[in-house]
């Protein structure tokens, strides 16, 4: 039996250290990857050894960006009485293109997950507090996820940012659009009874 | 709306270059790199860069290695009279792991594929056919994948080898080990039938 070459092996178990991509990805990936003109290989180490150099974090919400501080929160057209709270990043982009929030944003930095090791501590939650007593805003919501550990949070930010007297919000729960009520689990078609709206 | 950071969109663009990673997974693995330290992303950086030098081709056979001749083209325990023509090169660690082959590859570098632009002459014929015509093997097994491309270029290498006066045979099609006789396709059941063997 004859071993992949070595500097293969090695880029084999770099891909598989990434989130989701398993031994046959990861070597589905390299062969690829090995067929590919030198120019692009090296292009894409460039970017990998650069990147985080060049993305910055914003001293204010914590996201990604280029400039410190961000866009967002240097804009005088947003709404700074409205701070959304988000677990990640890559949550903001989204939200954006949905054109329905015109506030600030806090990145938390992960969801609080006790079974994975993360505590509040580890999340931006101390600085949240810093900017809500800073004043002016009135109301905080709770962008996260509709699973254990984003209720955790959200249950563990209410405690906190209640006894401020700013108004604490989260995102409504219900059926996604396009939804068919057949195939609605328990839950989704409980949240969407309770929080039912006047037509 | 405020832009993502752009070296960061850089990155994501050359994840989604590599197959099967859409924007959404390229998504989710930047911003897994992101948090990882500095040293985890030169290091893959460093091996990307590297991969194309240090991987070697072997001239005989056409396998990526790290030796020039290969260790398996070198080995001389192996049978030189039986050839197993393979696609690519990670097709050798696969069939060398059932541990029922004995003799020497070739590796073709893709198949016949005329709606890809695959045409005969991108592949290594022309070198297994130079190989042939050196002398020696007795039979060529051609361990092609049983679809339409895999097909194609079996015939095609047929009609090549079969007037050297070598044997050509290809890998058994029938049902695979756990198989459900109810879920089997005709295909696979014709097969299995037409190829039946004595008990």
């Known amino acids: ?5 070595r500097a293969l092996e090695r880029l084999l178990q770099e891909f598989t250290k990434l989130p989701g991509i398993g031994p046959k990805t990861a070597e589905r990936l390299v062969y690829y990857l090995l067929k590919q003109p030198k120019s692009e290989l090296e292009a894409m180490a460039a970017s990998l050894a650069q990147v985080k150099d060049e993305v910055l974090t914003c001293t204010s919400c914590f996201r990604f960006t280029d400039q410190n ?3 967002i929160c240097t804009d005088s057209r947003r709404d700074k009485t409205l701070l959304c709270v988000v677990a990640e990043s890559q949550n903001i982009p989204v939200l954006e293109k949905t054109n329905a929030f ?9 969801v609080v997950s006790p079974l ?7 999340l931006k939650i101390k600085e ?8 002016g805003v009135k109301e905080v919501i709770l ?3 509709p699973d ?13 940012i209640k006894p401020l007297n700013i108004k604490v919000t ?7 659009v396009g939804a068919d009520l057949e195939y609605a689990d328990e839950v989704t078609l409980e949240n969407a009874i309770t929080g039912r709206r006047e037509v």
Chains 1, 2 share one sequence.
């Open 1 to 5: 039996m004859s071993p992949t070459p």
């Open 69 to 71: 501080p961000c866009p």
């Open 102 to 110: 015109h506030g600030l944003y806090h990145v938390l930095g992960g």
């Open 116 to 122: 994975n090791g993360v505590t509040p501590d580890k």
């Open 128 to 135: 949240l507090e810093a900017r809500l007593k800073a004043g």
């Open 143 to 145: 962008a996260l996820n």
């Open 148 to 160: 254990l550990d984003g209720e955790t949070t959200a249950l563990y930010l209410a405690k906190i």
């Open 170 to 176: 989260r995102l409504a729960r219900g059926l996604p």
